[in-house]
C-alpha cells in the first residue's frame, strides 16, 4: 500500500481499563503523527458502524497498530474485532505493523505473537519510553511527521535538514536504549527473513533458526552463524558489543570450531536510521537488513 494511501501513522488497540493509559501515551506522540484512539464510551453494541469503523482502521488503515496489552484483550466483543482484523492483516503482510505492549506483571502477550513484535519496558520507561518506541515503529515503516509531510506537499525547494544525533548523550538516554534493543531485535527479523527467502528456493537443504532476547544462531549443513550479546542486563546493550561468529561443526569430535570473530557496536547515523559498526572499521555503518544479507550469503558460501 502506497504511504499516502494511510490515514493514520498509529492506531491504539486497547481494553476499556487502559483507554487513560491510551490517551497519555497519545498525548506524547498525536502532535508529530496522525493517530487513531477510539473511545470506549463509543462501542455500542448495538452500533455496526463502530465495528465496521475498527475493522477499516486495524486491516486497512493504518500504518502501525499499538496494541496495550492485558490477558482479557481479544476475548471481549470490541477488542476481538480489533484482534481479528489485526490477523486478518498479518495473513498477508506478516507481523512487522505490529507493537505489543505488555501491561500485565509478568509480562504476558498473545501465543502467535513473536517477541520481536513486543515490548515490556513500560514499568521501567514508562509512557515517554512507550512514546519512543513507537515513533521508531513509525519510523522502520517509513511514516513521516506532520511537519514532514507539510513540507513534502509544498515542494519546498530548501529542505530542513535532519539534526544529526549527538551520539554519546543519545545512547546514555532512555530513548538510545531502547531504540538499541529494538534495532537488535530487527536485525534478528531480517536474519529470519533471509532465511526463510532462501528456504522457499531451495527445500532440500533446511535452514535451522533459533534466537532468544540476546542470542541468534541460525544453522546450514555443518555451518552456522551466530550473533549474541553477553551481558545479561537489559540496559546495556549500548555499551558492550555484539559479536559475530561463523562457526563449523566437526563431526569427528561433535565441537564447533570457530573459522571467524567480528565485533559490532550500535550505532546512530542521523534521526531515524541506526544500524551497527565494526570494530575494525568504525567509519562503516551498516543497516541491519544488509548485516543480515551479509551473514546469510556467508553462512551459503561454506557450503
Given at each position: 500500500?502506497?504511504?499516502?494511501?494511510?490515514?493514520?501513522?498509529?492506531?491504539?488497540?486497547?481494553?476499556?481499563?487502559?483507554?487513560?493509559?491510551?490517551?497519555?501515551?497519545?498525548?506524547?506522540?498525536?502532535?508529530?503523527?496522525?493517530?487513531?484512539?477510539?473511545?470506549?464510551?463509543?462501542?455500542?453494541?448495538?452500533?455496526?458502524?463502530?465495528?465496521?469503523?475498527?475493522?477499516?482502521?486495524?486491516?486497512?488503515?493504518?500504518?502501525?497498530?499499538?496494541?496495550?496489552?492485558?490477558?482479557?484483550?481479544?476475548?471481549?466483543?470490541?477488542?476481538?474485532?480489533?484482534?481479528?482484523?489485526?490477523?486478518?492483516?498479518?495473513?498477508?503482510?506478516g507481523f512487522d505493523f505490529l507493537?505489543?505492549?505488555?501491561l500485565d506483571n509478568p509480562p504476558?502477550?498473545?501465543?502467535?505473537?513473536?517477541?520481536?513484535?513486543?515490548?515490556?519496558?513500560?514499568?521501567?520507561?514508562?509512557?515517554?519510553?512507550?512514546?519512543?518506541?513507537?515513533?521508531?515503529?513509525?519510523?522502520?515503516?517509513?511514516?513521516?511527521?506532520?511537519?514532514?509531510?507539510?513540507i513534502s506537499i509544498r515542494k519546498?525547494?530548501?529542505?530542513?535538514?535532519?539534526?544529526?544525533?549527538?551520539?554519546?548523550?543519545?545512547?546514555?538516554?532512555?530513548?538510545?536504549?531502547?531504540?538499541?534493543?529494538?534495532?537488535?531485535?530487527?536485525?534478528?527479523?531480517?536474519?529470519?527473513?533471509?532465511?526463510?527467502?532462501?528456504?522457499?528456493?531451495?527445500?532440500?537443504?533446511?535452514?535451522?533458526?533459533?534466537?532468544?532476547?540476546?542470542?541468534?544462531?541460525?544453522?546450514?549443513?555443518?555451518?552456522?552463524?551466530?550473533?549474541?550479546?553477553?551481558?545479561?542486563?537489559?540496559?546495556?546493550?549500548?555499551?558492550?558489543?555484539?559479536?559475530?561468529?561463523?562457526?563449523?561443526?566437526?563431526?569427528?569430535?561433535?565441537?564447533?570450531?570457530?573459522?571467524?570473530?567480528?565485533?559490532?557496536?550500535?550505532?546512530?547515523?542521523?534521526?531515524?536510521?541506526?544500524?551497527?559498526?565494526?570494530?575494525?572499521?568504525?567509519?562503516?555503518?551498516?543497516?541491519?537488513?544488509?548485516?543480515?544479507?551479509?551473514?546469510?550469503?556467508?553462512?551459503?558460501?561454506?557450503?
Open positions: 500500500m502506497s504511504d499516502y494511501n494511510y490515514k493514520y501513522d498509529v492506531a491504539f488497540a486497547f481494553l476499556d481499563k487502559d483507554e487513560p493509559l491510551a490517551n497519555q501515551i497519545n498525548d506524547l506522540i498525536k502532535d508529530k503523527h496522525s493517530t487513531f484512539l477510539y473511545p470506549k464510551k463509543l462501542e455500542d453494541s448495538s452500533n455496526s458502524k463502530s465495528e465496521k469503523i475498527l475493522s477499516d482502521v486495524f486491516e486497512k488503515q493504518s500504518r502501525g497498530i499499538v496494541v496495550l496489552f492485558s490477558n482479557k484483550w481479544g476475548t471481549t466483543p470490541w477488542t476481538a474485532i480489533e484482534e481479528k482484523a489485526i490477523r486478518n492483516r498479518a495473513s498477508l503482510e507493537l505489543c505492549i505488555a504476558e502477550t498473545p501465543k502467535y505473537l513473536s517477541q520481536t513484535q513486543t515490548w515490556t519496558g513500560l514499568s521501567k520507561s514508562g509512557v515517554k519510553g512507550a512514546a519512543v518506541v513507537i515513533e521508531e515503529l513509525v519510523s522502520s515503516l517509513k511514516g513521516a511527521t506532520k511537519d514532514e509531510l507539510k519546498d525547494s530548501k529542505r530542513i535538514p535532519q539534526i544529526e544525533v549527538e551520539s554519546s548523550k543519545f545512547l546514555e538516554s532512555v530513548s538510545g536504549l531502547e531504540i538499541a534493543t529494538l534495532e537488535l531485535k530487527k536485525l534478528f527479523i531480517a536474519l529470519e527473513a533471509e532465511k526463510n527467502k532462501f528456504q522457499k528456493s531451495d527445500k532440500n537443504f533446511p535452514i535451522r533458526y533459533s534466537k532468544s532476547d540476546r542470542k541468534c544462531i541460525v544453522e546450514y549443513g555443518l555451518y552456522s552463524i551466530m550473533f549474541y550479546s553477553q551481558t545479561e542486563k537489559g540496559n546495556m546493550l549500548v555499551d558492550l558489543p555484539l559479536y559475530f561468529e561463523l562457526q563449523k561443526h566437526d563431526s569427528s569430535s561433535n565441537r564447533l570450531n570457530i573459522l571467524a570473530v567480528e565485533e559490532y557496536h550500535f550505532e546512530v547515523k542521523k534521526v531515524g536510521e541506526y544500524g551497527w559498526i565494526k570494530q575494525a572499521d568504525n567509519d562503516h555503518f551498516i543497516s541491519s537488513k544488509k548485516l543480515a544479507e551479509y551473514s546469510i550469503s556467508l553462512l551459503l558460501s561454506q557450503t
